[in-house]
């Protein structure tokens, strides 16, 4: 049964940094795109980052270029983001995901929520100001 499960999430002032990560189990995702997703109180899900199967491509939503990275360990079956300068607004929880669809393009991101089948149930991190 695959499962993603995050950690690394929790309280940090205003322009610190925390570093997420999400393993996977149950199979191997090395040939899979891989996404984080947040959700604020109150607010819709939405898309934060997301990589190819191959480590070559990525992509960010316009909020949080610049600040935060995501990259992938293939062999530990993991995904991770590095989240720096953070805001008060970065509060939220985030999602690791996983794309079921194997050995797409190395350039193919999938940024839709619609595009991921596997979630994980989320680590929270909250920003004070």
């Known amino acids: 049964q695959v499962q993603l499960v995050e950690s690394g999430g929790g309280l940090v002032q205003a322009g610190g940094s925390l570093r997420l990560s999400c393993a996977a189990s149950?199979?191997?995702?090395?040939?899979?795109?891989m996404g984080w997703f947040r959700q604020a109180p109150g607010k819709e899900r939405e898309f934060v980052a997301a990589?190819?199967?191959?480590?070559?491509?990525?992509y960010y939503a316009d909020s949080v270029k610049g600040r935060f990275t995501i990259s992938r360990n293939n062999a530990k079956n993991m995904v991770h983001l590095q989240m720096n300068s953070l805001k008060s607004e970065d509060t939220a929880v985030y999602y690791c995901?996983?794309?079921?669809?194997?050995?797409?393009?190395?350039?193919?991101?999938?940024?839709?929520?619609?595009?991921?089948?596997?979630w994980g149930q989320g680590t929270q991190v909250t920003v004070s100001s």
């Open positions: 995901a996983v794309d079921a669809r194997a050995y797409l393009s190395g350039y193919d991101v999938p940024v839709g929520q619609g595009d991921y089948d596997f």
């Open positions: 149950g199979r191997t995702f090395s040939g899979n795109a």
């Open positions: 990589i190819s199967w191959t480590g070559s491509s990525t």
